[in-house]
């Protein structure tokens, strides 16, 4: 099967979990998944030897075949299952998107880059280090930073608020158009479109306010 990558949703298993801000990858995935259901097509792989739920997706706005992957490892161990499905469909670790939450970026905000650090992130540290390289891309979307500062984990596993959860679900909405344009234009229109959607939502919420 010829794919045209692996896009990972950084999250933590189990319902405790659901809904909160640490699991912004996986609630991106989920939207992926939605949208393979209705306009392409979309079937569930085996996993279990990856520790990971997986499944193999088609939709023409993404240009074709890609692998969707939920880790099972929880955060802080997110590399051990993503570099196995990466090696078993002999891929490169530039076949690879990692979606995840970023404290860096407001709620309503979101980035796309190729490579560089991982900022404090346990699972962008773990990817890093089973695959040897951080030359990989990344879909950042803003979560913000607690008002009080040193709250950083009750933040990441608190659930978003009113006005944030709508910008934060505007963001992940905003990234699925950001894959379109990866997809069918390459790193740099993708950048310029991410970089422009964060200023739409933010400039539209602050019209609203």
């Known amino acids: 099967m010829d794919y045209r990558g692996v896009l990972a949703g950084l999250g933590n298993p189990g319902s405790k979990y659901e809904g909160t801000r640490h ?6 995935i989920d939207k992926v998944l939605d949208l393979a ?40 161990l997110s590399g051990e299952s993503i570099q196995p499905v990466l090696a ?3 891929m490169a670790p530039s076949d690879l998107i990692v979606v995840h939450d970023e404290l860096d970026l407001a709620p309503g905000s979101l980035r796309f880059k190729f490579g560089g650090g991982n900022a404090g992130h346990n699972g962008l540290k773990s990817i890093t280090q089973q695959l040897g390289t951080p030359d990989f891309y ?39 158009e950001a894959l ?9 229109a993708c950048v310029t479109f991410a970089n422009q959607a964060s200023r739409n939502i933010l400039s539209k919420q602050e019209k609203q306010a």
């Open 138 to 176: 990344r879909l950042r979307l803003g979560i913000g930073r607690p008002p009080v500062r040193g709250d950083v984990t009750g933040w990441v596993l608190g659930g978003m608020q009113d006005e944030d959860r709508k910008l934060w679900y505007a963001s992940m909405d905003a990234g699925i």
């Open 37 to 76: 259901r209705r306009k392409g097509d979309i079937s569930e792989q085996n996993g279990k030897r990856f520790n990971c739920e997986l499944w193999r997706i088609r939709l023409d706005e993404l240009d074709g075949t890609w692998l969707c992957v939920k880790p099972l490892t929880f955060m802080n």
């Open 23 to 28: 699991n912004t990858g996986f609630q991106f």
């Open 88 to 90: 078993w469909h002999r």
């Open 180 to 188: 379109q344009t990866f997809a069918k234009k390459g790193l740099q």
